[in-house]
């Protein structure tokens, strides 16, 4: 029954696959996009047990996700640095300080800082999960998949709102005054308020038509990335979403550690692939996901970082040939990247061990090296690889979020003035009143298509950068 909205709906997306090269912006896309931020840093706040970060999150679910975006609305900026530096760790690090000097030395127990301490919780999602997804999934699906990278990021968007069916329009709410206040004095790189303010907006156009409009191109998208469209909600795939909402747990919980003023690194790796949940998916040490991945809860200091800050062994203690690499970061580094150099062998315990020398932005080290053990699989036959997942996904590891819109809002039946709200309201799906308050669908004409001009930028201008 709802053909003829499709019918428009497939013209008006005709006409802005035209526009898109027109605005110039095309570039390797290298991320997911917003809306999947914005599930990651939610999925994830809906895991969490701490006391006080579960408060926060069920209080500021909006200022979680305006930070969940922030980082790349930036990329809409002339100042392509606008987007590029909050990614990373001095940024997070700056943001730290300044809530520790404004709020004093407990943050969490001074209500006012609550909205900036869920905003900074969103921003870092945001980076770890950039790099989460783009390390192992993108790295993975550009080898398996056959559609042109360029435009990966926002099918992931497409295929979450699709297919889900997932989305989250926030209302925009960012103190650009203390933003550009941490650019320029943490990071000597100014920023104005109001172009903070610009890219929000831009940014929030860009969720909102995909959410609104290109999501019924889903079909089109994952002709060109079959492996990714199955495997991004999967809680099998590493670097799929649940797995980046999994590594922004521990994120959480050690931003919250620094915002305490503890600078104990014992906890400050905060996801490993592979491990007891994300077995390692192959033997070929060539492939993304036959590397060891390491995620970090605190810049660590590059100059404490060699071949031999990790070793691996097998069950018989021989030691295995890897090499120790930094994935993009800053100043600061947060992704340790080990590549052995040769094929894993089936069936065997191997153990790799991140040794104490390791030093935080702050100086610190583990007290003991930190040991991960994890087991390779077995192929069907002697020679093959591991075989590939199968059978349906296990469950959500964040049902609340998922059930909060089964439905999207305009499928519920016409005659309904306004869509009921979710089924099973929680704290959670109370705070998600940004989605139904999300603007009427509008009439698909040339005025409308100029005002989604500024979206575009914001869908295909979306990349980090490959810092060297
Ligand atoms: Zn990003």
């Not at 360029?150 to 889900?164: G, K, N, Q, R, S």
Request: negative net charge; aromatic residues 8%; glycine residues 8%.
């Amino acid at each position: 029954m709802h053909a003829p909205r499709i019918s428009s709906k497939k013209r008006f997306l005709a006409a802005l696959a035209c526009l898109l090269p027109t605005l110039g912006v095309a570039g390797t896309a290298s991320a997911t996009g917003m809306q999947g931020h914005i599930y990651m840093a939610q999925c994830a706040a809906e895991q969490v047990t701490e006391p006080r970060l579960r408060a926060l999150f069920d209080a500021h679910l909006n200022d979680l996700s305006n930070g969940a975006f922030f980082p790349d609305s930036g990329y809409t900026a002339e100042d392509h640095d606008q987007g590029e530096i909050p990614h990373w760790e001095q940024y997070v690090q700056g943001y730290v300080e300044l809530i520790r000097s404004r709020y004093g030395d407990k943050p969490l127990e001074n209500p006012d800082a609550a909205t900036h301490v869920a905003f900074l919780m969103g921003l870092a999602a945001h980076g770890i999960t950039d790099s989460t997804f783009d390390s192992l999934l993108y790295e993975r699906a550009d080898q398996v998949d056959p559609g042109d990278m360029d435009t990966f990021d926002m099918a992931m968007d497409i295929f979450l709102v699709h297919d889900h069916p997932r989305y989250y329009l926030p209302e925009i709410a960012v103190d650009t005054e203390t933003q550009s206040e941490i650019f320029e004095q943490k990071i000597a790189h100014p920023v104005t308020p109001d172009a903070i303010k610009k890219a929000m907006s831009t940014a929030r156009s860009g969720i909102f038509l995909v959410a609104e409009y290109l999501y019924i191109g889903a079909d089109e998208y994952g002709a060109k990335f079959p492996w990714a469209r199955q495997s991004l909600r999967d809680p099998r795939t590493p670097g799929g979403y649940p797995f980046g909402a999994r590594v922004t747990m521990g994120y959480y919980r050690e931003i919250l550690r620094r915002l305490d003023g503890n600078s104990s690194a014992d906890g400050v790796v905060i996801g490993a692939y592979p491990d007891e949940a994300y077995p390692l998916a192959t033997l070929d040490n060539t492939r993304p996901d036959g590397r060891i991945v390491l995620f970090f809860g605190e810049g660590m200091d590059r100059a404490t970082i060699d071949d031999a800050v990790v070793t691996v062994r097998d069950d018989a203690g021989t030691v295995v040939p890897t090499k120790a690499s930094v994935y993009r970061g800053d100043k600061w580094a947060n992704v340790l990247l080990v590549t052995a150099q040769e094929p894993w062998k089936a069936a065997t315990k191997y153990t790799a061990t991140l040794h104490k020398s390791i030093k935080t932005l702050a100086g610190v080290s583990p007290t003991e090296d930190i040991v991960f053990p994890f087991t390779t699989c077995t192929p069907d036959s002697p020679g093959g690889d591991c075989a590939a997942q199968a059978g349906p996904p296990p469950a959500s590891p964040c049902p609340k979020l998922d059930e909060a819109y089964s439905m999207r809002p305009e499928d519920v039946p016409p005659e309904e003035e306004e869509p009921p709200p979710p089924t099973n309201v929680n704290p959670v799906a109370e705070q998600e009143s940004g989605c139904t308050a999300a603007p009427a669908r509008r009439e698909t004409n040339a005025g409308s298509l100029l005002a989604l001009a500024g979206a575009c930028v914001a869908l295909v201008a979306r990349r980090r950068g490959r810092p060297s």
